[in-house]
């Protein structure tokens, strides 16, 4: 599993070496353009950091999650024909044995889009916050994510995307419970129906 998202992390960061934009060739958006997308898919638990325990790294098989499920919604509009700025609203559930685990991730998404057309290849970073509930506890957290995907537009405003990610949730507390702070990471897999129009 480590393997896998040392992979994802390094493809993410070198794709916009191998798809560099051509400012000479039309876009398919324009500042004020929006898309709408609908997610789901399931949900991978990577990893486990907590600090003060031993180990301090728990992997997809140590962490005894299963694996759950993913869904959301995403509005953006477009900052520039390249830069597109919205939010996305979430629901993650995941299974810890006999344990259910859920999270509502609400955040602030910004997606660049270095290829355009029939085929797209976007990339998203987000942060936000997330209502999280598991066993009789519930916290807010902040949420990070990033992400990268293909989409296919199989008519001029329709189109599908499979993408991956990662995010991550820390759970962090700074009083008598410290001991117990945990930073989590999910991998989101998902299939997407987007429109896109002006």
Do not use: C
Request: a negative charge; zero cysteines; proline letters at 5%.
């Amino acid at each position: 599993m480590k393997r896998i998202l040392i992979l994802f992390i390094l493809l993410v960061l070198t794709l916009p070496m191998f798809a560099a934009t051509d400012t000479s060739q039309a876009t398919e958006y324009e500042k004020g353009s929006q898309i709408f997308t609908f997610r789901f898919g399931p949900v991978v638990p990577a990893f486990m950091f907590r600090s003060n325990l031993d180990p301090q790294w728990l992997t997809f098989d140590e962490t005894h999650f299963k694996i759950g499920g993913y869904g959301a919604i995403r509005y953006q509009g477009f900052l520039n024909p390249y830069l597109a700025l919205g939010g996305e609203l979430g629901y993650v559930f995941d299974y810890d044995q006999s344990y259910l685990f859920t999270s509502v991730p609400f955040q602030v998404k910004a997606t660049w889009l270095p290829v355009q057309g029939t085929i797209e290849l976007p990339i998203s970073v987000g942060l936000g916050a997330a209502y999280n509930s598991y066993e009789e506890t519930s916290f807010m957290s902040f949420l990070g994510t990033v992400e990268a995907g293909v989409s296919y537009y199989f008519t001029q405003n329709w189109g599908i995307t499979v993408s991956g990610g990662l995010q991550v949730i820390p759970e962090i507390y700074t009083d008598d419970r410290s001991d117990q702070s945990t930073i989590a990471g999910f991998m989101p897999i998902t299939l997407s129906l987007t429109y896109r129009g002006q």
